[in-house]
Nanobody
Framework: VQLQASGGGLVQAGGSLRLSCAAS????????MGWFRQAPGKERAFVAA????????YYADSVKCRFTISRNNAKNTVYLQMNSLKPEDTAVYYC????????????????????WGQGTQVTVSS
């Protein structure tokens, strides 16, 4: 599976961006998907995740009520709608896919994912 993230950019605080992650290769429909981010000098951190059906979503506390993860299995794409952006959201954002179903706790950990996109830079100015 190859993952291609896009949609990053420079935005003012309070603005919005929508990230996309297009998957190619093997069957996308069965994969749990996640978004992580990494700010300079920090470890990669969980942002949001979604089950393969799209029926359950998970969010980091710092983005709840501001970010929304969704997926369109017909288009092999997962999205991250980011609203009310803050300077502390500045980071490189990575999408990831897991080969097998995950339990609810596993969605939050980088080690649970088998495939990673190349990352897209999001910069929020104050």
């Amino acid at each position: 599976v190859q993952l291609q993230a896009s949609g990053g950019g420079l935005v003012q605080a309070g603005g919005s961006l929508r990230l996309s992650c297009a998957a190619s290769g093997r069957t996308f429909n069965n994969y749990p998907m996640g978004w992580f981010r990494q700010a300079p000098g920090k470890e990669r951190a969980f942002v949001a995740a979604i089950t393969w059906t799209g029926g359950i979503t998970y969010y980091a506390d710092s983005v709840k009520c501001r970010f929304t993860i969704s997926r369109n299995n017909a288009k092999n794409t997962v999205y991250l709608q980011m609203n009310s952006l803050k300077p502390e959201d500045t980071a490189v954002y990575y999408c990831a896919a897991a080969k097998y179903p995950l339990n609810s706790v596993s969605y939050y950990y980088t080690d649970s994912y088998d495939y990673w996109g190349q990352g897209t830079q999001v910069t929020v100015s104050s």
